[in-house]
């Protein structure tokens, strides 16, 4: 069975461009969320997605959304982009709602350098 | 402040040596999850334990040892006998409920393993 997979793998952005990174979970999963990992730090938590909705959220501005489609794949978009938001993001899909009661499965990631 | 503590930023040991990460974690739930998760050069997290909040029996995996305590806060991570592939880092994280069901996951800062031939 194919594991998590992530588009682009890498991708190169100027300031104050806008970025999508997509996601597709495990077969069987319907739950998606997406982190930020800087350089030497540890991911950092951004979005939780369960059947097309939002079930939780971390401490990042409005310039990040997310959304879930029908088949449980999802998107991350950044609007408006730092050279903070230089990072590697990664995805992780579950089977259930809550990111604690199941294992999550982590994709390769998306390095994304702003420029 | 931090929820997971992992104070331990770079350890390095001999092959067949024993290692011992720290983790320490902050938490006003009752209910929650540690985890840990291996990070190779590669850069793809690897799953490697899940504990509730409520199971505080010490866990073994072949060479891999968990200690929950909560008394002191604490999830370490022992490896047994370390070998070249153990080098990697390794997080702590711990998954607080939300409540919409969904769950606030927080990662440690990491552990940088480096195991010597």
């Known amino acids: 069975d194919a594991g998590v997979t992530q588009s682009p793998t890498h991708l190169i952005k100027t300031r104050g461009q806008h970025v999508t990174l997509r996601c597709s979970p495990i077969?069987?999963?319907?739950?998606v969320s997406w982190y930020q990992q800087v350089l030497g730090q540890g991911p950092q938590f951004i979005f939780q997605?369960?059947?097309?909705?939002?079930?939780g959220r971390g401490n990042f501005p409005d310039r990040f959304s997310a959304r879930q489609f029908p088949n449980y794949s999802s998107e991350l978009n950044v609007n408006a982009l730092l050279l903070g938001d230089s990072a590697l993001y990664l995805c992780a899909s579950h089977y259930g709602p809550g990111s604690g009661s199941y294992e999550q499965y982590f994709g390769p990631g998306t390095r994304l350098t702003v420029t | 402040a931090q929820k997971v503590t992992q104070a331990q930023t770079e350890i390095s040991v001999v092959e067949k040596e024993d290692v011992t990460l720290d983790c320490v974690y902050e938490t006003r739930d009752t209910t929650y999850y540690l985890f840990w998760y291996k990070q190779p050069p590669s850069g793809e997290l690897v799953f490697l334990i899940r504990?509730?909040?409520?199971?505080?029996q010490n866990e073994i995996s072949g060479r891999y040892s968990w200690n929950f305590q909560k008394s002191t806060s604490s999830f370490n991570f022992t490896i047994t006998a370390s070998q070249v592939v153990d080098s990697a880092v390794y997080f702590c994280a711990l998954s607080e409920p939300l409540k919409n069901t969904g769950n606030q996951f927080y990662f440690g800062t990491g552990t940088s393993l480096t195991v010597i031939p």
């Open positions: 077969s069987g999963h319907k739950s």
């Open positions: 997605y369960y059947e097309k909705e939002e079930r």
């Open positions: 504990r509730n909040s409520f199971d505080e």
